[in-house]
């Protein structure tokens, strides 16, 4: 049977993984590289690493990491953050990312997923999507950080993708992230029951409940968190047995 | 040495390092030149069926590989290494693979998610050296929207359940394939290089 995925996040700004603190303040947590060893001999099922860096002069940096990474663990790995177009998926997809993810990119230019796909196939493609709710009861989709709202339907946008060649969908809550209150577990539902290609849930977990919550109720293929793993409040392993004793099917 | 084709798509280095970490001489190829020497040679999966094929072709690989089969030297598939071995595929209309397995490629159809992404378990069906010290009932890495239907079920190794139960290894005579990534299913995926390395140096000392 598939397992359930558990997967950590890794933030990168300028090379170095960040933690925010009061969701603001960057603080160092050390050496990707580092961090992805850990996580491979904790068993993770797969890594993230998103780059948050703000500059475009420091944004080779994330190259090198990727490469690093690849020749050192033996665990899948998508990277994402600031991919404009098939020169970037393909730097990263040569450095040994197994996945490459793209927001800002594919909402400004839809044609890039297919292109993606046709090069690299369906299955690397991920496109991540920020979403935020609407006084009308839906969701809209946020571009550049959260900073600019596209007015486009989520769920919309997620058949669309699925549709232009996506293999998976990286699906986060702005109104959950950072709160430590659960994933937007109506959100996750709508979405992954929309499309037919797996969905990651992202945004808000403060606790192993609500990663169990994200499979049981938001029906999402894998869960991904941040803080809770960074901080080492929680192990890989705890979460594992303790979906296991949930029923979750887990790796072991 | 372990040869490992490249056709130009993701980052080999890793199964590389893998088969370097057990102590096997392993080098990246991306011309058919030096195969014939080689002690066992590595088909990876990256990217689409019809695509890979053209890259093969293109780069000369594709009579190379047949006849390094035929000289009864190991060869390991992965991914879609596996799926090239066969006749043909549905992805992105009909195409034709190496053929040198009977059989074809097609695509899920199920309720399930597709692609099927992440870690799940093999049913070993035949034990085979390939699978020395692996269970049945070990979760493996896979990714993929295809999967290979042999003619012949007496090349099966492992079956994988999603929706239906599908060939996720196969094994015969001297060709070993796996549907799931070893490179990327961290330390019982190293057990399947590791095996590799071992058949291949026994066949060299033969």
């Known amino acids: 049977m598939l397992a359930k995925r558990i997967i950590p996040c890794l933030d990168i700004n300028q090379g170095r993984v960040v933690k925010g603190v009061n969701f603001v303040n960057l603080v160092d947590a050390g050496d990707p590289l580092e961090n992805a060893k850990f996580y491979d001999e904790e068993g993770a099922d797969e890594i993230i690493f998103l780059d948050i860096t703000a500059t475009s002069d420091k944004r ?57 796909a046709r090069i690299f196939g369906t299955q690397c493609i991920v496109v991540a999507i920020d979403a935020k709710r609407n006084d009308k009861g839906g969701f809209n989709v946020f571009i550049k950080g959260g900073r600019e709202n596209t007015y486009k339907d989520a769920i919309e946008w997620a058949k669309q993708v699925e549709e232009l060649g996506a293999g998976e969908i990286m699906l986060t809550s702005m109104d959950r992230d950072g709160t430590r209150q659960g994933y937007d577990l109506e959100l996750t539902k709508s979405i992954s029951e929309a499309v037919h290609i797996p969905v990651i849930a992202s945004g808000g977990v403060g606790e192993m409940q609500h990663l169990l919550e994200g499979f049981t109720l938001g029906k999402a293929s894998a869960v991904l968190a941040a803080s809770i793993f960074h901080f080492r409040e929680i192990s890989i392993k705890q979460v594992r047995d303790y979906l296991r004793s949930q029923n979750i099917s887990v790796k072991n | 040495m372990i040869q490992i084709i490249d056709y130009g798509r993701g980052n080999l280095n890793n199964v590389k390092k893998a088969f370097n970490h ?169 057990q399947i290089i590791k095996n590799f390395g071992e058949i291949c140096a026994n066949h060299s000392s033969n």
Request: overall charge negative; hydrophobic content about 35%.
């Open chain 2, 22 to 190: 057990f102590g096997y001489q392993a080098e990246i190829i991306d011309k058919p030149n030096s195969i014939k020497d080689a002690s066992g040679l590595v088909l990876p999966g990256v990217g689409a069926f019809g695509d890979s094929m053209t890259c093969l072709n293109d780069q000369g690989f594709t009579d190379v590989i047949k006849s390094f089969v035929q000289s009864g030297k190991p060869l390991l598939g992965i991914c879609l290494g596996l799926q090239l071995l066969f006749e043909s595929s549905d992805e992105f209309g009909s195409q034709k693979g190496l053929g040198i397995l009977k059989g074809h490629v097609t695509r899920f159809k199920t309720d399930e998610k597709v692609p099927h992404i992440g870690w799940n378990q093999i049913e070993i069906k035949k034990s085979t050296h390939l699978l020395d010290g692996i269970l049945s009932g070990s979760y493996f890495y896979f990714v993929h929207s295809y999967y290979a239907i042999p003619e012949e079920e007496s090349i099966i190794s492992t079956t994988t359940d999603y929706g239906l139960s599908f060939t996720s290894a196969i094994e015969y005579k001297n060709i070993f394939a796996t549907q799931f990534h070893p490179e990327k299913s961290q330390r019982i995926g190293l």
């Open chain 1, 60 to 116: 080779d940096m994330i190259f090198d990491i990727a490469k690093q990474v690849a020749d050192n663990i033996y665990t899948p790995f998508t990277v994402g953050g600031g991919i404009r177009n098939v020169e970037d998926m393909r730097r990263l997809v040569k450095a040994g990312a197994d996945k490459v993810s793209m927001n800002s990119a594919a909402v400004k230019n839809p044609e890039i997923i297919r292109q993606g």
